[in-house]
């Protein structure tokens, strides 16, 4: 089933809402305006006539935001979301359907459909997720990092797997206090302990979070994220209540000659089954963007793709 929904907003920035009203499925949910797709239109055409129907406004250009696949009891969707700039009229509830104008801040507060959670983050969290090399040289590797925040990296993987624990300490504390200053997020690499002790997010390796019975304790409001590879370890991310994983290796690369690329239509499948915001992994540059979002990704997460040169 393909069902098409705008993100609306009002003078103010905020985001248009819509509760599903009772007797339908995921009824009492909020969701982005608008519904399925009938046979003979294309996507616009049907996101012209659900808005029309549903809120009496005429919609201006649409740009898509991110296309989310998902599973749900009995049948299997795909929410095509987009951003819709301009609109005539004014929204109404025609269907008697409760409208709210949200700040997108607070879009996560709001109880939503399974296959929305992906939608809020593609609106809210960084597009692309930066793993850095191997520190070797620690003014160099920080000099890196300065460039990377100064050209837009907002949520940053620090891995160092080689390094003594006294000297990772010290550098993530460097990098946090660079990273803090920019406002990016900053998640240590396979190191509970040391990410609570600094106050930083958490990196769960695929086999630490197979290990887990529960979601690791951190400093409040820190992400904990996951590498994943296959439907077991997204299923146990989202059990754990991660905040959002990678998923991989969607192409070969350099760094993992042996190993198959799922490719993008595995990529789309295994998202299917999970609400977690996910960054597609392996092979990556930040021009694949676009097409991660047409696959349900967040967007992309990568080293040598993202780390500047
Ligand atoms: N419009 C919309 N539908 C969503 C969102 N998230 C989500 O899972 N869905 C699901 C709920 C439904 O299973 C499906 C939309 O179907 P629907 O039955 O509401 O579509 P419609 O507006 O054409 O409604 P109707 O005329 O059949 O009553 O997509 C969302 O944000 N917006
Ligand atoms: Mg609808």
Not at 47 to 58: A, H, K
Not at 59 to 64: C, D, N, Q, S, Y
Not at 68 to 84: F, H, N, S, T
Not at 156 to 181: N, P, W
Request: charged share 25%; hydrophobic share 45%.
């Amino acid at each position: 089933m393909h069902v098409v929904a705008a993100v609306l907003r009002d003078a103010r920035g905020r985001i248009l809402l819509a509760r599903r009203t009772a007797g339908r499925d995921l009824a009492g949910a909020w969701e982005f305006p608008g519904g399925k797709v009938e046979p003979g239109e294309t996507a616009l055409q049907a996101l012209d006539r659900e808005l029309r129907e549903e809120l009496g406004i005429r919609i201006g250009p649409a740009r898509p935001l991110v296309s989310v696949p998902q599973a749900y009891p009995g049948k299997r969707i795909v929410l095509d979301v987009y951003e819709v700039d301009q609109f005539e009229g004014t929204a109404r509830g025609l269907e008697r359907q409760a409208l709210a104008w949200a700040p997108a801040e607070k879009l996560a507060s709001y109880p939503m459909p399974p296959a929305d959670r992906p939608v809020v983050a593609a609106l809210t969290a960084a597009d692309r997720y930066l793993i850095t090399p191997e520190p070797t040289d620690r003014p160099g590797f920080l000099s890196k990092l300065d460039k990377a925040l100064a050209a837009g990296a907002r949520r940053i993987q620090l891995r160092a797997r080689a390094m003594a624990a006294a000297d990772l300490a010290i550098l993530a504390r460097d990098a946090q206090i660079r990273c803090r200053a920019k406002g990016a997020q900053l998640l240590l690499n396979g190191e509970p302990g040391l990410a609570a002790d600094l106050g930083l997010g958490l990196h769960l390796r695929s086999a630490q979070l197979m290990a887990l019975s529960a979601r690791p304790v951190l400093a409040e409001g820190q992400p904990v994220a996951a590498s994943c590879h296959d439907a077991d370890e997204l299923a146990q991310a989202e059990r754990l209540g991660l905040d959002f994983v990678v998923l991989g290796p969607v192409r070969a690369t350099e760094s993992h000659p042996g190993v198959a690329p799922m490719g993008w239509e595995k990529f789309a499948a295994l998202r299917e089954g999970v609400s977690l915001p996910i960054y597609a992994l392996g092979g990556m540059k930040p021009a694949d963007v676009a097409v991660a979002r047409r696959h349900g990704g967040q967007g992309v997460a990568g080293v040598r793709g993202l780390w500047p040169k």
